[in-house]
C-alpha cells in the first residue's frame, strides 16, 4: 500500500473518530441535565455513569437528586401516609389528607404528588374499592390511564416486587413466575411418552401413549406481620421510608423462603421441596462434607432428564462454613477459592439460615440442591397492607404485646401464591449431615 494511500485512510479513520467522541459528548451533555455545563468531558461522563449517594439534605426528604425516588419508596409513602391518618385521627378524608401531607413533605418529587393526588389513589384509599377483587382491578386497569397517575402504578408495584425477589432466593436462583389472575391454574406438564424415531419405507412405528400430568396451583394467602413505633410511622425522611421497606419485605422473604423448602401443602399453605413426592434425598450419605458430596448430588440430577437450566444449592451458614473449611489429604482447601466467587462446583450457592440445625449429637443439618427453572411461582397478588393498634400480637415467647400502651403499630400485608414443583427429578436434598 502506498504511503499516500495509508495517509487517505488514516485520515478518514481519525476523522470518524473524531465525530463518533463528539456526538458521544453531545448526547452525554444532553442527558446530563445539570452536569451538561462541566467544562471538563471526563468528569462529565464520569458523573453521567455514577449513581450519586444521597446527601443529608436528601436523606430528610428522601427525594435524590437527578436519580429519582429511591426504589420501592413510593410504595413506603404511600402506605406509610395511611397509617398517619389514623394515627393523627385526621376527620378529613384520606385522599384528602394524603394530598395535603405528599404535597407538604414531598412536594419536590412532583411525579409522586401527582400519584398521591390522582382518582386511581382516591378509589384506592377512600373507600370506593371494597373488595380484594375490585382492589385488584382498579390497581392493573387504572394503571393504563395517565391523566390518573396510571402510568406510575406498574412502576410502584414493580419496584417493590424487585426488591423483595432480591431477598428470596427462589427468584435469584431462576423460579419460574406464573401469573394467577384468578387465583388459580392447571397446568399440564408432559412426563413421559415423546416418541422419535427413523422411519423406513413401508415400515410402521407403533405410537407411544403420551404421558401427561396436572399441575393445579391455587392461591394460598401469606400474612406477614411486622410492628413499628408510632414515632418511626409518623416520620417522613428517607431513613423512616427505608426502615419501613426493610422491615415489611424481610418478614416477606423469610416466609416465602421457609415455605419453599418446607411448605405442608395443605388447603392454606403452599407445598415445598420437603413435602413433594418424587424429590430425590440421598439418607444414605451422612457424615460431614467433603470433596465429593456435591459432585454426588450433581450426579443425581444428571440422571435424569433434567435440562439443568438453573442450577443451585441452598444452604444454610452452618453448611457453607462445613465446605468453604473441607480441606484434602494435604490440608489444602477444597472449594475456598471457588466459593469466595459465589458457586460450589461451578454452581451458584444460596444461603438461607431457617434451614434448621440440630442440637444434640452431631448437630445435623441439610441442604438442597435444584434446577429452579422447575420450581414455579403461581402469583395472584403480593401485597394488601393492613393495620391495627389493637390486634393482637405475640413476641418470640408468645408473650402478648399491648400495642396501645407501647405506642406501636401492627402492620399486616398479605400476600396471594401458590408454589408446584414441574418435575421432581430435578431436586435432591442431602439431610443428616454432620456440622460437629
Do not use: C
Request: charged content about 25%; overall charge negative; hydrophobic content about 40%.
Amino acid at each position: 500500500m502506498s504511503e499516500n494511500m495509508e495517509a487517505i485512510i488514516k485520515q478518514a479513520a481519525d476523522s470518524a473518530v473524531e465525530k463518533a467522541s463528539e456526538q458521544f459528548e453531545k448526547t452525554v451533555d444532553e442527558r446530563l441535565g445539570g452536569y451538561g455545563m462541566v467544562k471538563d468531558k471526563k468528569e462529565s461522563i464520569a458523573k453521567f455513569f455514577a449513581k450519586p449517594k444521597p446527601t443529608e439534605a436528601e436523606m430528610k426528604t428522601g427525594h435524590l437528586k437527578d436519580d429519582g425516588l429511591a426504589k420501592g419508596h413510593a410504595f413506603a409513602r404511600f402506605a406509610k401516609m395511611k397509617l398517619q391518618h389514623k394515627l393523627s385521627g385526621s376527620t378529613q378524608p384520606l385522599d384528602v389528607f394524603m394530598a395535603e401531607t405528599a404535597e407538604k413533605h414531598y412536594g419536590q418529587d412532583k411525579n409522586f404528588v401527582k400519584m398521591v393526588k390522582s382518582g386511581f389513589t382516591k378509589s384506592m384509599v377512600s373507600g370506593k374499592v371494597k373488595t380484594f377483587e375490585e382492589y385488584k382491578k382498579s390497581l392493573f386497569n387504572n394503571s393504563s390511564i395517565p391523566e390518573d397517575g396510571g402510568y406510575l402504578v406498574p412502576e410502584m408495584y414493580g419496584e417493590i416486587i424487585e426488591l423483595l425477589r432480591e431477598k428470596v432466593f427462589l427468584f435469584q436462583a431462576g423460579a419460574r413466575v406464573v401469573p394467577m389472575s384468578r387465583g388459580n391454574i392447571n397446568l399440564p406438564i408432559h412426563n413421559s411418552g415423546a416418541l422419535s424415531f427413523f422411519r423406513g419405507e413401508g415400515k410402521r412405528k407403533k405410537g407411544k401413549k403420551q404421558g401427561l400430568k396436572n399441575l393445579k396451583m391455587t392461591s394460598k394467602n401469606q400474612v406477614s406481620m411486622v410492628i413499628m413505633t408510632n414515632e418511626l410511622i409518623m416520620r417522613n425522611d428517607y431513613n423512616a421510608d427505608q426502615a419501613f421497606l426493610d422491615d415489611v419485605l424481610k418478614e416477606m422473604a423469610i416466609t416465602m423462603n421457609e415455605t419453599a423448602l418446607t411448605g405442608a401443602g395443605t388447603e392454606f399453605t403452599p407445598r415445598g421441596i420437603d413435602n413433594t413426592t418424587g424429590v430425590n434425598t440421598l439418607s444414605s450419605l451422612g457424615a460431614k462434607v467433603d470433596g465429593d458430596t456435591a459432585a454426588t448430588m450433581i450426579g443425581e440430577i444428571m440422571k435424569t432428564n433434567i435440562p439443568m437450566e438453573k442450577m443451585g444449592f441452598v444452604m444454610n451458614g452452618v453448611m457453607w462454613a462445613q465446605y468453604y473449611n473441607a480441606t484434602d489429604g494435604n490440608g489444602a482447601y477444597i472449594f475456598r477459592d471457588e466459593m469466595n466467587k459465589g458457586t460450589l462446583s461451578s454452581i451458584p450457592f444460596f444461603l438461607f439460615n431457617k434451614i434448621a440445625v440440630g442440637t444434640t449429637g452431631n448437630k445435623e443439618t441439610k441442604m438442597y440442591l435444584a434446577d429452579w427453572n422447575e420450581f414455579l411461582v403461581g402469583e395472584e397478588m403480593m401485597f394488601d397492607v393492613a393495620t391495627s393498634t389493637e390486634a393482637t400480637v405475640y413476641d418470640e415467647d408468645e408473650n402478648a404485646i399491648d400495642l396501645f400502651a407501647q405506642n406501636m403499630m401492627a402492620i399486616r400485608v398479605e400476600s396471594f401464591y401458590d408454589f408446584g414443583i414441574a418435575h421432581p427429578e430435578g431436586f435432591v436434598i442431602l439431610p443428616g449431615i454432620h456440622t460437629i
